[in-house]
């Protein structure tokens, strides 16, 4: 039987899906408290303040993005494909940190903004190293970076077959630009 959650790691998820959910200012304090089901005390005894909780959500989407370029870098069907593979919003702890930190961005926070070009610069250079021609790689990257936008909004084609036929289009072309 798997354990639940601990305090700190329900308050950051709680942290997180708020801003997803809300933007950065429904994120407070108090907010994330009742979302994790803690006391404030018990809240601010692992995060001392709000930026705190900033701090730690980029620091999970570092540790999630690392792990992933290392999938990346180490897949088979190589980078640039499994980016347009796994470019879909599915709900993960991942999506969800990458969408705080938009979020975050779009709020105007410096730390959130200097993460998400740190994550974007390691996938871009993944896909660079995995294809060996900046134009292509450019090109792979703005479309996972579109279908993932698509996902994440629900833009996408209804069911999971038109959204696989969508991916499979996708992969042809990135077979098309880069026809090892």
């Known amino acids: 039987m798997a354990r639940p959650p601990h305090a700190r790691d329900r308050a950051l998820q709680a942290f997180i899906h708020l ?38 959500s980029l620091d999970l989407l570092r540790e999630l993005a690392a792990s992933e370029v290392e999938s990346m870098r180490a897949a088979p069907e ?55 021609d900046e134009g292509v790689a450019a090109a792979v990257w703005n479309m996972g970076e579109g279908l993932y936008h698509l996902a994440a909004i629900g833009l996408l084609p209804e069911g999971e077959d038109a959204r696989q036929a969508l991916v499979a289009q996708l992969l042809a072309q990135v077979d098309k630009l880069d026809p090892r």
């Open 19 to 56: 801003v997803v959910d809300g933007g950065d200012r429904a994120a407070t304090i108090e907010a994330v408290a009742a979302k994790a089901g803690i006391s404030r005390g018990g809240l601010l005894y692992h995060f001392r303040s709000r930026e705190a909780l900033i701090t730690a």
């Open 78 to 132: 190589g980078a640039a494909r499994m980016y347009i593979r796994t470019s879909l919003f599915e709900g993960t702890d991942y999506d969800y940190a990458i969408q705080a930190a938009v979020r975050l961005t779009q709020s105007g926070n410096d730390a959130a903004r200097t993460a998400m070009r740190e994550v974007l610069e390691q996938w871009r250079a993944a896909i660079r190293d995995d294809v060996g």
